[in-house]
């Protein structure tokens, strides 16, 4: 059987049953570009920039119901690695193919194996003809085992190109799933904690996604409140009993008070750094809390001291009261015009499907979503980890929509990283998908001479989107539904809301306490003296 290099690269990713694939032409892909388009079992999206791409993919891996590897396809000589880092620091499998130089070619240029080394798991640069298939199967393991990330693989013009005979029968991709064995020694240790713990507390970050039914059993069985990262925040259903919502939040906190062991699932290290945590964590994989449950639930009830129904029942009143309080304190709050973010989230949760997805960006909208509307299915909010994500939201609600037509995708976005990446609105024009971004803008950066105002609604009309502003806390719930109705005829929407910052989420104070306390006194005084200045002079 004679095959072309590219045609090798199409088979191993329609082996691996890759779905979706993000791309920007060059000279150096296109051979691989053109030979993924007469797939029929993948569809090859073009874009118009790489970082988008990546976005894309990342978004892709977050929101698949099973493992699934997000794919981009660039040039070797086009590398960003803003877009995939963000998928490094959050453990979110990418497989980045890039079409490279010939071999022999001595052009000068940097080299994207160095480029990408602090952001990826592996990277590789196919030397052989024969190997094509088998190092994308590589790449694809790698990024899904262990703690799972980005992958880089480069395939020179020359080899895509190249046609001959192969030596063997190709080789058939067998699934792996990303499934570690469990310790058991390790496994025992955290059983005897919890065995001896008296007020014990779950935290979940993104790691703990795609498993949320063994989660509510253990906190059942346990009576054990549970906390989440920002990360974490559809990994427990909002509508639980003994969600505590973000680690931030009083009722997270006060769940904590006195807490004397910390069950982490799927936590990393950026979302400890923003909690206050008892002495005694026991860090798990998600995929050992079944053996974990069966452990516990084998123990007879000689050692573990499980609560009775009277202290669970003052457990989840206080969680209630904690979390009606935070809702009331939010209403109440004097918005001066513009759009409460409670309020607006309370009427965006009423006019949702219960399977509707939110993808936020990178800022505080993030916070403020996370806070303040309640997620209930395992895997509806997305959100990046980090600032290497800014122009994340639009890139991700197109990737997500594309691969689930039948469910509402709404996108809350900064009209900073509206700026970014609003122009991939597009690809949702072109395919009609039915997209509904969410600005928020925040009216009071116009009093920044350097940042230019921008007619949102003119920008919606230039791309053929629907248009709805909100501008105060009225009649909220009436224009969604309506930006919703519009998006189920297959137009994009885009919705100005004219949003309040003027009030701190909880987590937005975690973390600027956190960065405070690392620096020097005399470095803290400067920061608190500039912040009151940009707030009288209305910049902040």
């Known amino acids: 059987m004679s095959e072309t290099g590219a045609q090798l690269v199409r088979y191993a990713l329609e082996q691996l049953n890759t779905k979706h694939i993000f791309t920007v032409l060059g000279n150096h892909n296109r051979e691989i570009y053109d030979e993924l388009n007469r797939s029929t079992s993948i569809s090859i999206h073009l874009l118009n920039q790489e970082i988008s791409a990546a976005f894309m993919a990342d978004a892709i891996s977050r929101s698949a119901a099973e493992i699934e590897v997000g794919t981009v396809l660039i040039t070797a000589?086009?590398?960003?690695?803003?877009?995939?880092?963000?998928?490094?620091?959050?453990?979110?499998?990418?497989?980045?193919?890039?079409?490279?130089?010939?071999?022999?070619?001595?052009?000068?240029?940097?080299?994207?194996?160095?480029?990408?080394?602090?952001?990826?798991?592996?990277?590789?640069?196919?030397?052989?003809?024969?190997?094509?298939?088998?190092?994308?199967?590589?790449?694809?393991?790698?990024?899904?085992?262990?703690?799972?990330?980005?992958?880089?693989?480069?395939?020179?013009?020359?080899?895509?190109?190249?046609?001959?005979?192969?030596?063997?029968?190709?080789?058939?991709?067998?699934?792996?799933?990303?499934?570690?064995?469990?310790?058991?020694?390790?496994?025992?240790?955290?059983?005897?904690?919890?065995?001896?713990?008296?007020?014990?507390?779950?935290?979940?970050?993104?790691?703990?996604?795609?498993?949320q039914q063994q989660i509510m059993a253990l906190a059942d069985f346990l009576a054990a409140p549970v906390c989440t990262s920002l990360q974490g925040n559809s990994a427990f259903p909002a509508e639980h009993p003994l969600h505590g919502g973000?680690?931030?939040?009083?009722?997270?906190?006060?769940?904590?008070?006195?807490?004397?062991?910390?069950?982490?699932?799927?936590?990393?290290?950026?979302?400890?750094?923003?909690?206050?945590?008892?002495?005694?964590?026991?860090?798990?994989?998600?995929?050992?809390?079944?053996?974990?449950?069966?452990?516990?639930q084998s123990n007879d009830n000689s050692g573990i001291d499980l609560k009775a129904p009277s202290t669970?029942?003052?457990?989840?009143?206080?969680?209630?009261?904690?979390?009606?309080?935070?809702?009331?304190?939010?209403?109440?709050?004097?918005?001066?015009?513009?759009?409460?973010?409670?309020?607006?989230?309370?009427?965006?949760?009423?006019?949702?499907?219960?399977?509707?997805?939110?993808?936020?960006?990178?800022?505080?909208?993030?916070?403020?979503?996370?806070?303040?509307?309640?997620?209930?299915?395992?895997?509806?909010?997305?959100?990046?980890?980090?600032?290497?994500?800014?122009?994340?939201?639009?890139?991700?609600?197109?990737?997500?929509k594309l691969a689930n037509p039948e469910k509402q995708i709404v996108g809350i976005v900064g009209d900073g990283a509206m700026i970014i990446s609003g122009m991939e609105v597009i690809t949702a024009v072109r395919e009609k998908l039915g997209t509904v971004y969410c600005v928020f803008n925040n009216s009071e950066r116009t009093a920044d001479k350097n940042l230019g105002h921008i007619n949102w609604g003119s920008f919606a009309d230039a791309l053929e989107c629907g248009y709805f502003p909100i501008a105060n806390n009225h009649d909220i719930d009436t224009i969604m539904r309506r930006a919703l109705e519009t998006s189920a005829q297959g137009q994009p929407v885009i919705v100005e809301i004219t949003i309040d910052y003027s009030r701190k989420t909880h987590y937005a104070q975690r973390v600027e306490k956190a960065q405070q306390a690392s620096l020097p006194n005399r470095d803290k005084l400067g920061l608190v003296k500039r912040a009151i200045v940009r707030k009288i002079m209305g910049t902040k």
């Open 77 to 211: 000589d086009a590398i960003i690695s803003q877009g995939i880092a963000d998928a490094f620091i959050s453990g979110i499998p990418l497989l980045i193919i890039a079409g490279g130089p010939a071999a022999n070619d001595s052009t000068d240029g940097i080299d994207p194996m160095q480029l990408l080394q602090p952001v990826t798991k592996a990277s590789f640069k196919v030397s052989e003809f024969n190997n094509i298939v088998s190092s994308i199967f590589e790449a694809q393991l790698i990024a899904i085992s262990d703690k799972p990330g980005p992958v880089f693989i480069e395939i020179p013009i020359n080899l895509q190109v190249h046609k001959d005979e192969l030596e063997a029968p190709l080789p058939i991709h067998l699934s792996a799933a990303n499934q570690s064995q469990i310790d058991q020694e390790q496994l025992e240790i955290s059983a005897q904690k919890l065995l001896a713990a008296e007020n014990p507390v779950l935290f979940l970050g993104w790691g703990a996604a795609r498993h």
């Open 246 to 296: 973000l680690i931030a939040n009083p009722s997270a906190r006060h769940a904590l008070k006195d807490c004397d062991c910390l069950i982490s699932i799927g936590v990393n290290n950026n979302d400890l750094k923003y909690a206050e945590l008892p002495k005694q964590v026991v860090q798990l994989e998600a995929g050992a809390i079944p053996a974990l449950l069966h452990r516990l």
């Open 312 to 400: 669970a029942k003052k457990i989840i009143q206080k969680i209630a009261k904690d979390k009606a309080e935070l809702q009331e304190n939010w209403l109440e709050h004097n918005s001066r015009g513009r759009v409460n973010p409670a309020v607006f989230f309370t009427a965006l949760a009423k006019v949702l499907n219960n399977d509707a997805v939110v993808v936020t960006g990178y800022g505080s909208h993030r916070a403020l979503a996370a806070e303040l509307l309640p997620i209930n299915n395992d895997q509806d909010f997305i959100s990046p980890s980090s600032f290497n994500a800014m122009g994340y939201c639009v890139p991700a609600v197109n990737a997500i």
